[in-house]
T-cell receptor, first 109, second 113 residues
């Protein structure tokens, strides 16, 4: 079983829609969690960290459920510029960083 | 600011040839990583290092070797390239700690024919 599982999508949504992605993990040693964004197979860039209490950054909300071992990303009021691949990342205390396969989002006019 | 620099950016190899990919970072980061990304896939961890002189295997280490002789450099070697190693290779670095951002190089597109 892969350490990190993501729904690959693709998610095709109209502008203004709300969309949510989930990521499940199997390694209980995972200590910290992130969402990265990747455009057109360029290098990934940090979108936001995911905190146990949940956190929000503008239109983006991240949640962590340790009991069920999943994290989520919610995007409200989708923009055309949100079209990208979203990758969840898990870090362990030993320094290992594991990526999911990514979820592709296309926002259409 | 250079950040993370990968060399080369593109390379075509023949099956059986060897090569070394260089990753250099100027941010004094302890942790460094090598990933590969195949079409339609996420990043798969090849090897990583949590400090100078240390390396560890990731998810897909077979066919690759690494060295971290200097803190700022992390080398990825292919001893005998195979077509299955055709991929985009990304290097990343970060500081230790739970909530630290990883910074990536721009990638190396490797084709093995």
């Amino acid at each position: 079983r892969k350490e990190v599982e993501q729904d690959p999508g693709p998610f095709n949504v109209p502008e203004g829609a709300t969309v949510a992605f989930n990521c499940t993990y199997s390694n209980s040693a995972s200590q910290s969690f992130f969402w990265y964004r990747q455009d057109c197979r360029k290098e990934p860039k940090l979108l936001m960290s995911v905190y146990s209490s949940g956190n929000e950054d503008g239109r983006f909300t991240a949640q962590l459920n340790r009991a069920s071992q999943y994290i989520s990303l919610l995007i409200r009021d989708s923009k055309l510029s949100d079209s990208a691949t979203y990758l969840c990342v898990l870090n362990t205390n030993a320094g290992k960083s594991t990526f999911g396969d990514g979820t592709t989002l296309t926002v259409k006019p | 600011n250079a950040g993370v620099t990968q060399t080369p950016k593109f390379r075509v190899l023949k099956t059986g040839q060897s090569m070394t990919l260089l990753c250099a970072q100027d941010m004094n980061h302890e942790y460094m990583y090598w990933y590969r990304q195949d079409p339609g896939m996420g990043l798969r961890l090849i090897h990583y290092s949590v400090g100078e002189g240390t390396t560890a295997k990731g998810e897909v280490p077979d066919g690759y070797n690494v060295s971290r002789l200097k803190k700022q450099n992390f080398l990825l070697g292919l001893e005998s390239a195979a077509p299955s190693q055709t991929s985009v290779y990304f290097c990343a670095s970060r500081t230790p700690g739970q909530v630290t951002e990883a910074f990536f190089g721009q990638g190396t597109r490797l084709t093995v024919v």
